[in-house]
């Protein structure tokens, strides 16, 4: 299959998982994150400037993410703490698995020790879940949307899981929506004029990622020969069919080869698709669902640390 616009993950990360580095915008999202965390928890707590060693356990099978975000926390915020990590990021783990060994003053593991569960279970619940989802289809790539609870951590999560990542932010790509072309539609103007006109006059030359929704085939047949005939476009567009269904989005695929335009175009499913629909829209033709069921209402992988009774480290 081929790679679709939808996978930015290389705004996240340089180079390969294992043994690459975040991106300057990633570095920034983790800071605002860890600081909010840290910034709620408030320090406090109990305990000794006394030496001591702690591991992590996982107490059911999963993936593991959010090593990069761990690193960072104890980089900034607990240096005097020493981390040894047993697993890779994005590595299946299996219950009774420790996976960190910590040493440092008590007080500091104490007082780090909800945030670290936090950030790895949240984390490794969603690329858990994204690689369940996975299984169930080989023909359609699955990404997320832009509805998430730790935004761009919510995105690695997905991408460790082996989804794409979709936009960003609202800056990472144009993308034009029903209601968007509601708030440029003209007197006495059809919904076809409007997207034809608007389409036609979108800057886009610097574009490498542009989405349009359309609810029906008239739609999704104007705004591809639009992108075809007076953009001109070697990219292809991608056509949100947003809540239409497996059945309808077969027919907007099929009509658009009768009409040669499937060239041109990438077509998106989404609205109301859950893990176990993903079957029917295996037959759908259509290149990509995003869900925001890959990182919402998520349950967090189940993780403990548990406190070493020998000091003696």
């Known amino acids: 299959m081929e790679r679709l616009p939808h996978d930015r993950s290389s705004l996240l990360w340089n180079g390969h998982i294992l043994d690459g580095s975040p991106t300057s915008l990633f570095v920034e999202s983790m800071d605002g994150w860890i600081d909010a965390m840290l910034f709620d928890e408030q320090g406090g707590g109990s305990g000794t400037k006394e030496i001591i060693k702690a591991n992590i356990i996982v107490k059911e099978d999963g993936i593991i993410c959010g090593k990069p975000i761990i690193n960072r926390l104890i980089q900034r915020h607990f240096s005097k703490?020493?981390?040894?990590?047993?697993?890779?990021?994005?590595?299946?783990?299996?219950?009774?698995?420790?996976?960190?060994?910590?040493?440092?003053?008590?007080?500091?593991?104490?007082r780090i020790e909800r945030i670290m569960l936090n950030i790895l279970g949240n984390l490794s619940g969603i690329a858990t879940n994204t690689n369940n989802w996975t299984k169930k289809t080989s023909n359609i790539k699955l990404a997320a949307t832009r509805k998430t609870d730790w935004g761009l951590l919510d995105k690695w999560a997905i991408h460790v899981g082996g989804g794409l990542t979709h936009r960003l932010n609202r800056n990472d790509a144009l993308m034009m929506k029903e209601n968007d072309f509601i708030s440029l539609k003209l007197n006495n103007e059809s919904n076809s004029e409007t997207i034809k006109r608007v389409m036609s006059n979108i800057s886009i030359t610097q574009e490498e990622f542009v989405i349009v929704e359309v609810q029906n085939l008239i739609d999704a047949i104007i705004v591809v020969d639009v992108w075809k005939n007076i953009l001109n476009k070697s990219n292809?567009?991608?056509?949100?069919?947003?809540?239409?269904?497996?059945?309808?989005?077969?027919?907007?695929?099929?009509?658009?080869?009768?009409?040669?335009?499937?060239?041109?175009?990438i077509l998106e499913g989404s609205g109301n698709i859950d893990m176990n629909s993903l079957e029917e829209w295996s037959e759908s033709e259509i290149e990509l669902i995003s869900s925001s069921g890959l990182n919402r209402g998520v349950r967090p992988l189940d993780l403990s640390m548990i406190f070493e009774e020998d000091t003696n480290v």
């Not at 994005?90 to 910590?102: A, L, R």
């Not at 991608?238 to 060239?263: E, T, Y």
């Open 81 to 110: 703490c020493a981390i040894s990590w047993n697993i890779d990021e994005g590595e299946d783990v299996k219950s009774g698995q420790i996976i960190i060994n910590i040493t440092g003053e008590s007080i500091e593991i104490l």
């Open 236 to 265: 292809k567009i991608v056509l949100l069919l947003d809540n239409v269904g497996p059945k309808i989005a077969k027919n907007i695929s099929l009509s658009l080869s009768s009409k040669n335009l499937r060239d041109y175009c």
